[in-house]
């Protein structure tokens, strides 16, 4: 009996990188493990070997996706001042989607599993940078006294708003006209006594 052939990781994010353009390309139906295994060069039974079969496939790139849009989030540099802190955080953001626009639009294409846990921390996980930047502000009176979260999710739906119209061609703007949009959404949660 022959021995089981073990896969890396490097084969595993080949396969997931291309299972998000052909996710893209075509949508969930058009996501065969057969067209996958072939177009990235490797066996049906790699995949299967990997994930399992094509509900984890997808669970994997999702959670891949919030894995890689939580790294870039969290790689930005603290600013002393926590408004800042928010608009570099929503050009990471951006700057996630745009490098990696196809598991951006696999992680936001569709409804995932609420009872799935390690799917919710992983999208959590990505949230948390944006919540905590907002809690600071709030802390350091920069930001109205407000709920939080509201805030954070105010200012995640118009970053997100603004780099989906930008993938989908909808809307046109450069990284200037990106920052404009985000500094004036924060202008209506600044204090009075905020100088910028």
């Not at 600071?136 to 989906?164: F, K, N, Q, Y």
């Amino acid at each position: 009996m022959g021995r089981k052939k073990v896969y890396d990781e490097t084969l595993r994010l080949r396969l997931l990188d291309r299972a998000g353009e052909l996710l893209t390309e075509g949508g969930s139906d058009a996501l065969s493990l057969r067209d996958l295994a072939t177009s990235a060069g490797t066996s049906t039974s790699a995949v299967y070997s990997l994930f399992g079969g094509k509900p984890d496939l997808l669970r994997a790139l999702y959670i891949e996706g919030f894995r890689r849009l939580s790294r870039r989030l969290r790689s930005v540099d603290p600013d002393p001042d926590p408004v800042e802190d928010l608009v570099r955080l929503a050009h990471a953001y951006r700057s996630s989607a745009l490098a990696d626009p196809n598991y951006y639009r696999a992680i936001f294409g569709r409804h995932h599993d609420d009872q799935d846990e390690e799917l919710a921390n992983a999208g959590a996980s990505a949230f948390e940078p944006l919540l905590e930047a907002v809690q600071r502000g709030i802390r350091e009176g920069e930001l109205v006294d407000e709920d939080p979260m509201a805030i954070a999710s105010a200012l995640w739906a118009l970053v997100h708003g603004l780099v989906t119209l930008e993938l989908s061609d909808l809307l046109r703007h450069e990284a200037d006209g990106f920052d404009y949009a985000a500094r004036a959404a924060l202008r209506g949660w600044r204090t009075g006594t905020a100088t910028r």
